[in-house]
């Protein structure tokens, strides 16, 4: 990786068309629901909550495992991009089951709701900052802002698709793409 790649992953600064960028602004958002989620005592506010963080947070990880994830697992040369893609994949349907467990229990005052709203966030706030240090440096590495910035079409459009066909309540089946697991 060359010293401006080294820099700018460190700092966080990606530009618009890099994958990165559009990663990190979806986590921001994503951050913001799980800790609200984990902290309000509001029921009807939760209800809400949860509604809108399955509604970013299930799109965001289709397209992030379709145009991302699965480019990295294809690095032959790259153990490291490979085990950071793979525990990307794990941590997203480890996530999906706390939140599927939110959105299907009717109490969301019970005791067992918050537990699992409070380890969500702790999950996502772990899963976030590792993926934008040691995956962030390994799309640095292995990919040229040409493939970042394809990556990033690919994301955008793929969110966008799927964005379009969530249920508006928040519930329903897992969408998936047509290579998340490939």
């Given at each position: 990786m060359?010293?401006f790649?080294?820099v700018?992953?460190?700092l966080g600064a990606?530009p618009?068309?890099?994958v990165?960028?559009l990663?990190?602004?979806d986590h921001?958002?994503i951050l913001?629901l799980a800790?609200e989620?984990?902290e ?8 809400t909550?949860v509604?809108d963080?399955?509604a970013?947070?299930?799109p ?14 294809a690095?032959r040369k ?6 950071a893609a793979?525990?990307?994949m ?6 999906d089951?706390v939140?599927?467990?939110l959105?299907?229990?009717?109490d969301?005052t019970s005791d067992?709701w918050?537990?699992h ?6 999950a996502?706030?772990h899963?976030?900052k590792e993926?934008e240090?040691?995956l962030f440096?390994?799309l640095g590495?292995h ?10 079409a690919?994301?955008l459009?793929?969110?966008?698709k799927l964005?379009?066909?969530m ?9 998936q793409?047509s290579?998340?697991?490939?």
């Amino acid at each position: 990786m060359n010293v401006f790649e080294r820099v700018r992953s460190t700092l966080g600064a990606y530009p618009e068309t890099d994958v990165r960028g559009l990663l990190h602004a979806d986590h921001e958002q994503i951050l913001a629901l799980a800790k609200e989620l984990a902290e309000t005592e509001s029921a009807a506010r939760r209800k809400t909550l949860v509604r809108d963080l399955k509604a970013i947070l299930v799109p965001h990880s289709r397209s992030e495992e379709d145009a991302v994830y699965t480019p990295m697992m294809a690095l032959r040369k790259s153990p490291d991009s490979r085990e950071a893609a793979n525990e990307g994949m794990v941590e997203h349907n480890l996530a999906d089951i706390v939140l599927d467990r939110l959105v299907n229990t009717p109490d969301v005052t019970s005791d067992m709701w918050k537990a699992h709203a409070k380890v969500l966030h702790e999950a996502l706030d772990h899963h976030i900052k590792e993926e934008e240090s040691k995956l962030f440096e390994e799309l640095g590495e292995h990919f040229s802002d040409a493939d970042r910035e394809v990556m990033a079409a690919k994301f955008l459009q793929g969110r966008a698709k799927l964005l379009d066909s969530m249920p508006a309540n928040g519930k329903g089946t897992r969408p998936q793409t047509s290579d998340a697991l490939a």
